[in-house]
């Protein structure tokens, strides 16, 4: 069965730290796999996407990465600000381009 | 300004009574799909459409029709709400249903079935 598992499921941490939230899928055949940031009660927007062959993707203080062979990804963020505050979702997709199969979130809180 | 539009955002209704979400796209984009969304749990798509008049189930489709009459608007339909159908519904929409295309999403609504 197609998954897409998250950790940790919440994270608190202080303003101007780092974090890394993971991320583990057995979706198969793979085609790419996105982060989307939600703010609460919001709709996802899309952070980055990368395909097979890209190891790591950047977006400002936003850097992903991706081993294809482990079935993993990792979404690190850098000097932490409050406004990163939100959900933070995995989303694998298959070789197919149909099936979207989104993970349940980590919910980062950033305080003062 | 692309945008996908949801209507209402927030819901009350009671059981039986039958209800529609509107979905509108403003960016010519083929693929629509709805989204529920509940707590601890994924995403799960309800229905999806990649062009007019081209409908299909995704993981969740009992209790609800959708319909794609229109290229830019795509209905969530509740024929008959129940409690369990309580949650927050996401539209969102791409260019087509290739894979490397980004996918936006709706601001979200709330329904509550009482």
């Known amino acids: 069965k197609n998954q897409v598992e998250q950790s940790p499921q919440s994270l608190i941490i202080l303003e101007g730290k780092n974090c890394t939230l993971q991320c583990n899928y057995t979706v198969s055949p793979f085609s790419n796999l996105r982060w989307y940031k939600q703010d609460t009660g919001r709709g996802p927007v899309s952070l980055t996407i990368m395909t097979f062959s890209e190891n790591t993707k950047s977006n400002g203080r936003y850097t992903a990465t991706l081993d294809a062979d482990t079935k993993q990804s990792s979404l690190h963020i850098t000097a932490s600000q409050l406004s990163d505050s939100a959900s933070y979702i995995c989303v694998v997709i298959d070789n197919y381009g149909q099936n979207f199969v989104f993970g349940p979130g980590t919910r980062l809180s950033v305080l003062p | 300004e692309a945008q996908v539009t949801q209507n209402p955002r927030y819901l009350i209704t009671v059981t039986g009574k039958k209800l529609t979400v509107t979905c509108s796209q403003n960016?010519?984009?083929?693929?629509m799909s709805w989204y529920r969304q509940d707590p601890g749990l994924g995403l799960r798509q309800i229905y999806y459409s990649m062009n007019v008049e081209v409908t299909d189930k995704g993981d969740v489709p009992e209790g609800y029709k959708v319909s794609r009459k229109e290229k830019r608007n795509f209905p969530l339909i509740l024929e008959s709400p129940s409690p369990n159908q309580t949650s927050l519904y996401f539209c969102?929409?791409?260019?087509?249903w290739g894979s490397g295309n980004t996918i936006y999403f709706g601001e979200g609504s709330w329904l509550t079935v009482v």
């Open positions: 960016m010519n984009h083929e693929y």
């Open positions: 969102a929409s791409s260019l087509s």
